[in-house]
T-cell receptor, first 112, second 116 residues
Framework: DAKTTQPTSMDCAEGRAANLPCNHS???????VYWYRQIHSQGPQYIIH???NNETNEMASLIITEDRKSSTLILPHATLRDTAVYYC?????????????FGTGTRLQVTL | DTGVSQDPRHKITKRGQNVTFRCDPI?????LYWYRQTLGQGPEFLTY????????KSRLLSDRFSAERPKGSFSTLEIQRTEQGDSAMYLC??????????????FGPGTRLTVT
């Protein structure tokens, strides 16, 4: 699986959009970009994933650059409950190589 | 609540003792994963099952560790002769694999092991 690079930490004011970047310059053509988050003392939670098109769901939006070497997770209106560690992971979707390889993620602190 | 449960949530044991953790996945999920997470790090893959078959084991899974999923439903992870370095959060996840395509993994709350 391709390696990802994320900032160690970020702050965001409540109600504002949180934009979390991820670099994955060695991503292969068959690898998807996944985002998970982990709230303190809980297991990781799936947020969203995409291949090359931008994706949106009820939790977030995922913007992937045209060359697929980087992406941004957007939480449109961050709340205090969004304070968590956010992990960007790239992996193939098919076959047996479906394990997730986590880095150290970005610690997002949402403040009043 | 993701639908994946783990038991116990916390375990304190003395060095040298054996411990066993249980994971109950989402019922229709055919894949089950175990991960380990130490303080300040992201989860690390240990092993996974497709139904009852254990298909991959990480180098992190020493011979003191054994995992089973006897009927393709719940799974157990046993650690024999625990060491202080085994102290960590043990996470279980499950997912659905259909026609060679893996869907999202759903994680349980984890079992926090402390070896004294």
């Amino acid at each position: 699986d391709a390696k990802t690079t994320q900032p160690t930490s970020m702050d965001c004011a409540e109600g504002r959009a949180a934009n979390l970047p991820c670099n994955h310059s060695t991503i292969s053509g068959n690898e998807y970009v996944y985002w998970y988050r982990q709230i303190h003392s809980q297991g990781p939670q799936y947020i969203i994933h995409g291949l090359k098109n931008n994706e949106t769901n009820e939790m977030a939006s995922l913007i992937i650059t045209e060359d697929r070497k980087s992406s941004t997770l957007i939480l449109p209106h961050a709340t205090l409950r969004d304070t968590a560690v956010y992990y960007c992971i790239v992996r193939v979707k098919a076959g047996t190589a479906s394990k997730l390889t986590f880095g150290t993620g970005t610690r997002l602190q949402v403040t009043l | 609540d993701t639908g994946v449960s783990q038991d116990p949530r916390h375990k304190i044991t003395k060095r040298g003792q054996n411990v066993t953790f249980r994971c109950d996945p989402i019922s229709e999920h055919n894949r089950l994963y175990w991960y380990r997470q130490t303080l300040g790090q992201g989860p690390e893959f240990l092993t996974y099952f497709q139904n009852e078959a254990q298909l991959e084991k990480s180098r992190l899974l020493s011979d003191r560790f054994s995992a089973e999923r006897p009927k393709g439903s719940f799974s157990t992870l046993e650690i024999q002769r625990t060491e202080q370095g085994d102290s960590a959060m043990y996470l279980c996840a499950s997912s659905l694999e259909v026609s060679g395509r893996s869907h999202e993994q759903y994680f349980g709350p984890g079992t926090r092991l402390t070896v004294t």
